[in-house]
């Protein structure tokens, strides 16, 4: 699956290799710790709609781009730019109730790009 739920968050890397985003267990925080989305069997979800994919320490787009990645990033995508300074970590907002998940669609063929889309970007419709 490419993350083990913990207790702790991860730093999620842009392209640039600055902090773009946080890892909280099964979902994914901006840098003020506001929620953006659940991950949920390699899934990226918000709003009951699949929003990129996780796997392997790598976020992807919906077409198999490299949006960001965790420390733990491993396996097939660009190369990996120098990670910058990590902020503090942000206070983790309160947790949304749970979605009814979507049906799985096919998981997209990884690319070794960059995905011309942020963190962001992939949560907007």
Do not use: C
């Not at 996780?54 to 960001?68: E, L, N």
């Not at 902020?87 to 109730?97: A, I, K, T």
């Amino acid at each position: 699956m490419g993350y083990v739920k913990g207790t702790q968050m991860d730093a999620l890397y842009g392209r640039n290799g600055q902090v773009v985003a946080w890892l909280d267990s099964d979902r994914i925080l901006d840098l003020h710790g506001r929620h953006m989305g659940w991950i949920h069997n390699e899934m990226i979800v918000d709003q009951g709609r699949v929003r990129g994919w996780f796997m392997s320490g790598w976020i992807r787009d919906t077409s198999g781009g490299a949006v960001a990645f965790s420390g733990e990033a491993n396996g097939f995508g660009p190369v990996k730019p120098v990670r910058g300074v990590r902020p503090v970590r942000p206070v983790r907002s309160v947790r949304p109730v749970k979605p009814v998940w979507p049906v799985r669609p096919t998981r997209p063929t990884v690319t070794s790009s960059w995905s011309p889309y942020s963190v962001g970007q992939i949560f907007v419709e």
